[in-house]
């Protein structure tokens, strides 16, 4: 089993969350700020059985948009903003209560 992180853009959280809860993934969603930009971002949670895992980055690769941001300033080019960040650590347990 798999604890999946997923750091999603605001701009695509709703459509990534409402696809995996569409294919049965449970999910925690948190509010988040971070990155060079200081982009609105969510978290979201789940727990995952590892034959799952590669459709969920599917179902969130199916949901999301690569952004590319406009020239800030004369020294800095064009910014690419990533689809989603992913994070996949092994789970000891996971229960629902």
């Not at 995952?48 to 020239?71: K, M």
Request: glycine share 6%; aromatic share 6%.
């Amino acid at each position: 089993m798999k604890l999946v992180l997923l750091v999603v853009h605001d701009d695509d959280v709703n459509n990534v969350a409402d696809a995996l809860l569409n294919e049965e993934y449970h999910i925690t969603r948190l509010a988040s700020t971070g990155g060079f930009l200081r982009v609105g971002n969510s978290l979201l949670l789940c727990g995952v059985e590892d034959d799952r895992v590669e459709p969920l980055f599917e179902i969130v690769r199916a949901n999301t948009e690569a952004r590319v941001l406009p020239q800030m300033s004369d020294w800095a080019g064009d910014v690419h903003v990533s689809r989603a960040v992913v994070f996949v650590c092994n789970l000891e347990r996971c229960e629902r209560l």
